[in-house]
């Protein structure tokens, strides 16, 4: 049994074939997937879409794409109830180069604000600023932290692990040095799995599907030396403690 803690299923290159790719991901052992809304339209989509036995709910805005944030703060509010985390949200100082750093910056702090006042766990996006992102984590004293494919160095990924931050392997870890080091020195207890579908695919190019956290799963065994059903258990544990879902 897996849980993909981060993927994108009402993107268009998704949505069109979903009922086979949940086919699939359930034929590959993924019993569950949160699924993160990109802005307000996608959130609406992604509460459509949720059926709370094997698609659960997420709610958040591209660093890159702040425009109408505030109304993705007032969905969270309304529906804290409905969704089991806020994100992906958090810092890009590569793709989002262009919007001022500032700014992400007090975005960034008023979702983690919201999810410890909702108590719900937070999904982040760090590409490029993965040790910005942990500081201001550390600093606002966020909980229930999923880092998510955390591009940074293996080093300041240790200081999210003392707070107990979790972080996401995607299957693009087959072919990345940098993440295959993250594996290597982040313990197996703050491990999770996610396919951040259609993004972050095993091979360049192609269109990634819950179905490959299996190989994520195959690539931690492989790395730490941990049997298979090891990583599948303890990484599912940590995701249904985390996102509090049973399934
Ligand atoms: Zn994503």
């Known amino acids: 049994m897996l849980v993909d ?4 299923l009402t993107d268009s290159v998704l949505k069109e074939r979903l009922p086979d790719i949940l086919r699939d991901a359930r034929n590959a052992g993924v019993s569950a997937m949160v699924t993160s809304g990109l802005g307000y339209e996608d959130c609406l989509e992604v509460l459509k879409i949720s059926d709370y036995r094997t698609v659960f709910p997420s709610f958040g805005v591209m ?3 702040l425009e109408g944030y505030e109304m993705v703060l007032d969905l969270i509010e309304k529906n804290s109830r409905r969704i089991v985390a806020i994100g992906e949200v958090g810092l890009d100082f590569y793709l989002g180069a262009r919007t001022d750093r500032e700014l992400q910056r007090k975005v960034f702090k008023e979702f983690i604000s919201l999810s410890i006042n909702l108590d719900l766990p937070i999904i982040v996006h760090s590409r490029s600023a993965g040790k910005y992102a942990l500081e201001v984590l550390s600093e606002c004293g966020a909980k229930d932290v999923i ?6 160095s293996a080093s300041h990924a240790m200081s999210g692990v003392r707070n107990g931050y979790f972080f996401s392997i995607p ?6 040095a940098q993440k295959q080091k993250l594996v290597e020195r982040v313990q197996l207890e ?10 972050l695919p095993p091979k360049p190019g192609e269109v990634n599907v819950p ?6 799963a195959e690539a931690v065994s492989r790395i730490k030396g941990i049997p298979l059903w ?3 258990e303890v990484t599912t544990e940590n995701a249904l403690r985390v996102f509090r879902i049973k399934v």
Do not use: Q, T
């Not at 803690?5 to 994108?8: A, G, L, R």
């Not at 179905?211 to 994520?216: A, D, L, R």
């Open 190 to 199: 703050n491990i999770l799995l996610e396919s951040d579908a259609p993004a």
């Open 171 to 176: 299957p693009s870890v087959v072919r990345s």
């Open 5 to 8: 803690v981060h993927c994108h």
């Open 230 to 232: 090891k990583v599948e």
């Open 147 to 152: 880092m998510h494919a955390f591009d940074g």
């Open 63 to 65: 660093p890159y794409e």
């Open 211 to 216: 179905s490959n956290v299996k190989i994520s």
